[in-house]
């Protein structure tokens, strides 16, 4: 059954809560409705199911009128499964489940064989079958969640509105609501939902719908609407739009405003790539003027530094180090107080960044993060291997691990004479800043 809104128009006490709502919803589809709290999802959802009556426009199931439908046709067609229940008495769950067969029975009929056969089939599908004894009351969320999504699949719908599902769930009964969805959508069920977790929408949502102050900010596929820029304006949230390799589908993952740092320890040249600096960035961006290079644009390094505020070195993607990128990458590394070498991958596209940084020797101070892995990450015969053991032997700091990184160049600022410079290796120092140069 398809679901059809023309112009949809509706006020709470003279305030527009929605306005010029159009979309199309078809058999067996999801649609997801995201926006954020007060934009009018639920609103929506109400005029659909018939319980808010428009201001103006019109909502269609398979273009029949949902005002000219009886209560008992509409609740044959159409059911509604809500973000919060009340049961008043002391049911059992399947004397709940079975409240949901009362559009197809008489008053005071009793249970019909299809009915019992129904009520199995609900409870079965959304697997309660095991607690169908016990009383409502006595269920967890997630139990009960699970109870009225039965109910409603007993009552043989052929819409399903769903009222944030998943609000109050943990992620095992969040999967499991949303695994009987989409089964149901694939047998011919229409599904309209509104939800708050994007990334669920962006998973289990064949189109996704953004509410935005009561209007419809953008609709389509979830590559589609899910951007960055719409997120931002719906959400005013700043988040990384990525694709997850196992499920094919994207995920967004919000990205924390930084505080900036009152004044800088000194300047810092990161070596990194494929990921490998990520974390480094995140732990220096707050002390240090930080730069990276050379990295391509499709770098998640490159995303990350950007964000950060690191001035980049880059060359276009899948081709090798550039004379001019190497020698800018090169002028900003003397610059600098420091060069730190991640555990970065190395091939014959990036073995020029090493390069650099044996040129600059003793000039610059250089940490190399756990170095005795570098065979591991070589992929050049053993180039890289080579220029990392000069570059210790001339002097470059070997660290183990990100946290003793950090902790020798702040300490190393606050305190030239602090433990840092009576370590063992003679060779250990600080930024060239924090050593007074």
Do not use: W
């Amino acid at each position: 059954m398809d679901i059809t809104i023309e112009r949809l128009h509706f006020s709470y006490n003279g305030k527009p809560v929605l306005q010029k709502i159009t979309l199309n919803v078809q058999k067996g589809e999801i649609l997801a409705i995201v926006g954020p709290n007060g934009s009018g999802k639920t609103t929506l959802l109400k005029n659909i199911s018939g319980v808010l009556t428009p201001d103006a426009g019109v909502v269609y199931l398979d273009m029949k009128r949902v005002t000219g439908l009886s209560p008992r046709e509409l609740s044959r067609c159409l059911t509604a499964v809500e973000q919060e229940h009340e049961v008043g008495f002391d049911f059992t769950v399947r004397e709940v489940i079975a409240m949901g067969r009362i559009p197809y029975q008489g008053r005071f009929a009793k249970e019909t064989t299809k009915d019992a056969q129904r009520i199995r089939e609900a409870m079965e599908l959304a697997h309660v079958t095991s607690f169908a004894n016990r009383s409502i009351r006595e269920l967890s969320g997630g139990e009960k969640q699970r109870v009225f999504l039965a109910m409603a699949l007993a009552q043989d719908p052929r819409v399903l509105l769903l009222d944030e599902p998943t609000t109050y769930l943990d992620i095992n009964y969040q999967l499991q609501i949303m695994k009987i969805v989409r089964q149901q959508a694939s047998a011919g069920l229409t599904v309209l939902m509104a939800l708050h977790d994007l990334n669920l929408a962006a998973q289990y949502a064949d189109r996704v719908a953004i509410l935005y102050r009561g209007r419809l900010l953008a609709i389509g596929s979830p590559v589609d609407v899910l951007t960055k820029a719409n997120i931002k304006q719906a959400f005013h949230a700043d988040v990384v739009v990525g694709k997850n390799s196992v499920t094919n589908s994207i995920y967004i993952s919000t990205v924390p405003q930084r505080l900036k740092a009152p004044t800088s320890l000194g300047k810092l040249h990161i070596i990194c790539g494929g990921g490998s600096g990520a974390a480094v960035l995140h732990a220096l961006a707050d002390r240090f003027s930080l730069s990276v290079g050379v990295v391509s644009p499709l770098d998640s390094d490159f995303q990350v530094a950007q964000y950060l505020g690191a001035k980049l070195v880059t060359e276009v993607p899948f081709a090798p180090i550039s004379t001019r990128a190497y020698e800018e990458n090169l002028a900003i590394m003397r610059s600098s107080d420091g060069v730190i070498i991640c555990e970065t991958p190395f091939g014959s596209g990036n073995l020029l960044n090493l390069r650099a940084a044996v040129e600059l020797e003793s000039k610059t101070n250089i940490y190399v993060l756990n170095p005795e892995g570098i065979k591991k990450r070589d992929y050049t015969g053993g180039q890289a291997t080579k220029l990392i053991r000069q570059l210790v032997r001339s002097g470059a700091v070997p660290v183990n691990g990100l946290g003793a990184l950090k902790r020798r160049l702040i300490s190393g600022y606050y305190n030239t004479d602090c433990d840092i410079n009576r370590q063992s290796e003679p060779s250990e120092s600080a930024p060239k800043a924090a050593a007074g140069r």
